[in-house]
């Protein structure tokens, strides 16, 4: 009887151990589903809030985001916003906080405008998904 006892407490001690391990195949097939962006790929979404001065100290700001990504994002605090009108491009705003949704392929993107720059809800503006090395936009209007 003290035999059995033993052998239920190890098989439920190697299953529950076994459990808790990470799958290593698991993560190699999530890191080859969702390949990083490719240097240049622009994302663009539609401004859907602004607000002033949300905490203390704070600067006015604007939030978008849009969905459908299908590559792993590369984007960080401090990187550019930029909106293109016709054949120019211009710097509006810098990222303040980035929130990836892996599940849905949503990006949410909130970002302080650049002094004098108008930015409206409704707007359309664009991140590159993996800037280049120096950080300025290779992506192409």
């Known amino acids: 009887m003290a035999f059995s006892r033993a052998a239920v407490a190890i098989a439920t001690f190697l299953t529950l151990s ?3 391990l990470p799958s290593v195949s698991w993560a190699e097939d999530a890191q080859s589903r969702l390949p990083l962006a490719p240097h240049g790929t622009k994302f663009l979404f539609e401004v859907i809030e602004s607000h002033d001065a949300v905490y203390l100290g704070d600067t006015p700001g604007h939030m978008g985001r849009d969905g459908g990504l299908k590559v792993r994002p590369n984007v960080a605090l401090g990187d550019g916003v930029y909106r293109t009108d016709g054949e120019t491009t211009t710097r509006v705003g810098t990222i ?9 392929g949503g990006l949410t993107v909130e970002f302080d405008p650049e002094p004098l720059r108008r930015i409206a809800v409704g707007d359309e503006v664009w991140v590159d998904l993996n800037p280049g090395p120096a950080g300025r936009p290779t ?3």
Do not use: E, F, G
């Open 18 to 20: 076994a459990m808790n």
């Open 96 to 104: 303040t906080r980035a929130v990836w949704d892996r599940v849905s």
């Open 139 to 141: 992506a192409t209007p």
